[in-house]
């Protein structure tokens, strides 16, 4: 029986992943260790949430590098309604968080309208406006690392149940969140029949600019939780606080199986590609690599998935 491409490139990241903690286990017993494994879940619960709002948009085509704005002005939102090491936040508790997460849909919002109302390209305009959100996330912190000293907020990943951290379990609601817009939700098929071809979706009668405004602004939220989770971990808002999660992310929705030119791929190949990107980085941590090679490791990887899920004939046109 032949294998067609398509079918190995649809099976090759679960083949991956297994292969990674086999191997990866094999250079070390205490990999599949109970508490490595729940390292790696806790680890990988912020950049989950992320990659999981950007696989929205890469599944319209379009592309969303406003990630690390997005965290920072949700970092500076739950600074203020928390109690904070400055003494000037409101100290609302758990009410602060609906406030930062409508305040990370606003800023993707503002994204995605500007993108469609104005004509930007996605690439451009989510570029711009992560610029804007670290900026001014920087000078409502003052510069500074904040620390935030509410407990119910610590608690996401300080606290646990069941020996797993409150923040595994959020990122694991967010995935079936996600998956329920885009298995059970018109925005969902709409958001792949964009991906699919937007001119024929437009014939089908789909309002491709609302859906895409209605996309980023959901990809906002996901990036909020994921800004939560965050400071929740570090203990402390900071204008720096994704730094470096946007390539994490993205590469995870690649690695995973979901195509750039958009319209394949989903939600749950972003949670295998999320997987292989913590297990090789908690791998080559276990073996001691530097970090330039792990850099190096990830890069070559991503353009070997780049080139297994993207069609042939859509390469032949890359320039």
Request: proline share 3%.
């Amino acid at each position: 029986m032949v294998i067609s491409r398509q079918s190995f490139a649809r099976a090759a990241p679960v083949m991956v992943l297994f292969g990674l903690c086999l191997g990866i286990s094999l250079l070390d017993a205490q990999f599949l260790s109970l508490g490595n494994l729940i390292r790696v879940a806790a680890s990988a619960a912020a950049p989950l949430t992320l990659a999981l709002g950007v696989t929205f948009i890469i599944l319209m085509g379009s592309i969303d590098l406003s990630i690390e704005g997005s965290m920072a002005v949700t970092a500076a939102a739950l600074c203020a309604f928390v109690a904070n090491s400055t003494g000037s936040g409101f100290n609302l508790g758990l009410l602060a968080l609906p406030l930062a997460l409508a305040t990370a849909a606003i800023f993707g919002c503002i994204v995605g309208t500007i993108h469609v109302v104005m004509k930007v390209p996605s690439f451009m305009v989510s570029l711009g406006m992560g610029f804007v959100g670290t900026g001014l996330a920087t000078v409502l912190l003052g510069g500074e690392r904040v620390q935030i000293l509410d407990p119910s907020i610590r608690a996401l990943a300080l606290s646990r149940l069941g020996g797993v951290p409150l923040a595994v379990y959020v990122a694991a609601f967010m995935l079936l969140v996600a998956w329920y817009v885009q298995d059970h939700t018109r925005l969902g098929r709409h958001i792949m029949a964009l991906g699919g071809g937007e001119d024929l979706a437009r014939a089908s009668g789909v309002a491709a600019g609302r859906v895409r405004i209605l996309a980023f602004t959901l990809a906002g939220v996901f990036f909020g939780v994921g800004a939560v989770l965050a400071c929740a971990r570090l203990g402390a808002g900071s204008a720096l606080i994704g730094s470096g999660q946007l390539f994490t992310a993205v590469s995870a929705v690649v690695v995973g199986g979901t195509a750039l030119t958009g319209g394949k791929g989903g939600v749950f190949n972003t949670l295998v590609g999320v997987l292989i990107v913590m297990v090789l980085n908690n791998g080559m941590i276990i073996i001691g690599l530097p970090t330039f090679v792990q850099q190096g490791v990830l890069g070559v990887v991503i353009i070997g998935a780049v080139l297994l899920n993207t069609p042939l004939r859509a390469l032949s046109v890359v320039k």
